[in-house]
């Protein structure tokens, strides 16, 4: 019973490059959720997706992310035109129905290195 | 504006003693409290969760954690630690949404 699923776990961009992050929900799972993690900082939410709609995309910075989650294949989390200050571990976690708890399941995260 | 906060950003144990990770958070209103665990290199695994009733939480590996409302503590212990337990720990607030509010996290290293 496979895990929530992330790729690539390192990327490696120069500034002005464009990053992809893949999440793979756990099966059974349509509600996918990302977040970013900067060095010495907490999880912060970045956005919420069920399959091809995004419900909210507050914690989104307002240029150059854009998040997907088409019917078909995994969630994509993209950065255009990546700068110095994207580099973060990125979080994906999915989750069933809203539900009492909204319990989330995590992957392992990627971990964007911009040079 | 919701807040978490963990006081410690790292915490040394000597294996099988005692330890307690202390989480605070600001809130006006119910929420729902978490614990998650993070080991090297791997996402983050739930340990326990308080969403109501009982306000002595029993999670995985021989945690558990206390809600306080009155003092707006979720603190998580563990009478004995084990090298196993060297981790990340996250503790995360819900309003009842899916939009989590995380701590900055404690490092937990235990020592032989």
């Known amino acids: 019973n496979a895990g929530v699923m992330q790729n690539p776990r390192h990327l490696v961009r120069r500034r002005g490059q464009e990053a992809r992050l893949r999440c793979s929900p756990m099966?059974?799972?349509?509600?996918v959720y990302w977040y970013r993690q900067l060095p010495e900082e907490g999880l912060k939410f970045m956005v919420y997706?069920?399959?091809?709609?995004?419900?909210?995309e507050s914690g989104m910075p307002k240029e150059r992310f854009s998040a997907e989650f088409p019917k078909e294949g995994p969630s994509i989390l993209r950065i255009q035109q990546v700068v110095r200050g994207d580099s973060a571990a990125y979080f994906c976690a999915s989750s069933t129905t809203r539900g009492q708890s909204y319990e989330q399941y995590f992957g392992p995260g990627t971990r964007l290195t911009v040079t | 504006a919701q807040s978490v906060t963990q006081l410690d950003s790292q915490v040394p144990v000597f294996e099988e003693a005692p330890v307690e990770l202390r989480c605070n958070y600001s809130?006006?209103?119910?929420?729902?409290l978490f614990w998650y665990v993070q080991y090297p290199n791997q996402g983050l695994q739930l340990l326990l969760k308080y969403l109501s009733g009982s306000t002595l939480v029993k999670g995985i590996n021989g945690f558990e954690a206390e809600f306080n409302k009155s003092q707006t503590s979720f603190h998580l212990r563990k009478p004995s630690v084990h090298i196993s337990d060297t981790a990340e720990y996250f503790c995360?607030?819900?309003?009842?949404?899916?939009?989590?509010?995380f701590g900055t996290g404690t490092r937990l290293k235990v020592l032989a």
């Open positions: 809130s006006s209103v119910s929420v729902y």
């Open positions: 997706l069920q399959k091809e709609n995004i419900i909210d």
């Open positions: 995360a607030v819900s309003r009842g949404t899916y939009k989590y509010i």
């Open positions: 099966k059974g799972h349509s509600h």
